[in-house]
């Protein structure tokens, strides 16, 4: 991963990093994953503005070029006894030590099940930790109300469409509806005053958060492209020679299989892509 990001920000990119992992049970495996996080931040470390590496030459601005991803489910938040409180706690300690490095933190979304736990962690943390992220789901049919709740200053919001398989009782069904719920949330975080972090390969889904975030006066540092290690590589150096600011999200560990299946069910023609990615990332 730390070899994968030096490639990375040399072409002008931003990353994000995920150490695959979720659904813990045992509290052992949760410590183990924070372990393992610390780690990697103090070897990021080297990376950010708080570092040495090419520190004259990050951009001027509050956008971190290098940011961790986490799940908090594997942070321990369906443990039997104080799951919440494991995870909060196990968050706040990644989220120090993210400070420390000069680092972001983005909070995964999972399952519909989890967003009301998630959601409650992450408002506990950005009383410490303003510029938490976190992520929301378009194709959940509560998330236009969260995204107007989430939309305030100081906000970061990673939007992406959903990857996992979900009823029609709470999510959308089908791309049409799906690109639509996309439509009006990025819409919404867009004349919001939070920071959007558009996280799709959809070509049309790019072209109107350009689209929007010009008609709302946004500049370069005010929102982000975001796209998978490995897909549209080609079209990710592009639009960072257009002055765009785009990070990838870089999964690695040995907690693969969750992760590849609902990329794999989210979009078929991917496979070669992700099997690429995840051989050369771990």
């Known amino acids: 991963a730390v070899a994968a990001t030096t490639d990375i920000l040399d072409s002008g990119r931003y990353i994000s990093i995920d150490y695959l992992g979720e659904d813990t049970t045992d509290l052992g495996q949760a410590n183990n994953t924070v372990s393992h996080y610390l780690t990697l931040l103090s070897a990021l470390s080297q990376f950010t503005q708080n570092g040495e590496k090419d520190k004259a030459a990050f951009p001027p601005s509050r956008v971190r070029n290098v940011e961790v991803s986490l799940k908090l489910s594997a942070l321990g938040q369906f443990l039997p006894q104080d799951g919440h409180k494991v995870a909060l706690e196990n968050a706040h300690k990644i989220c120090t030590a993210a400070d420390e490095a000069g680092a972001w933190v983005t909070v995964d979304a999972e399952d519909h099940s989890t ?168």
């Not at 002055?243 to 870089?250: G, I």
């Open 115 to 282: 967003t009301d736990s998630t959601l409650s962690i992450v408002r506990e943390l950005r009383q410490d930790f303003p510029s938490l992220g976190t992520v929301l789901q378009a194709y959940l049919k509560r998330t236009e109300a969260d995204c107007r709740d989430l939309s305030g200053p100081g906000s970061r919001i990673r939007l992406c469409k959903g990857a996992y398989k979900e009823p029609a009782s709470v999510a959308y069904q089908g791309k049409p509806a799906v690109d639509d719920a996309y439509l009006r949330c990025l819409r919404i975080l867009m004349n919001g005053q939070g920071y959007p972090m558009v996280a799709s390969h959809d070509p049309a889904m790019i072209s109107a958060a350009l689209h929007f975030a010009e008609a709302k006066g946004r500049t370069a540092d005010e929102f982000e492209l975001q796209m998978l290690y490995g897909i549209r590589d080609a079209e990710q150096l592009r639009l960072v020679g257009e002055q765009q600011h785009l990070r990838v999200y870089l999964p690695y560990g040995e907690q693969w299989y969750g992760y590849f299946m609902r990329r794999l069910a989210e979009r078929p023609a991917n496979l070669a892509f992700f099997l690429r990615s995840l051989v050369s990332t771990n």
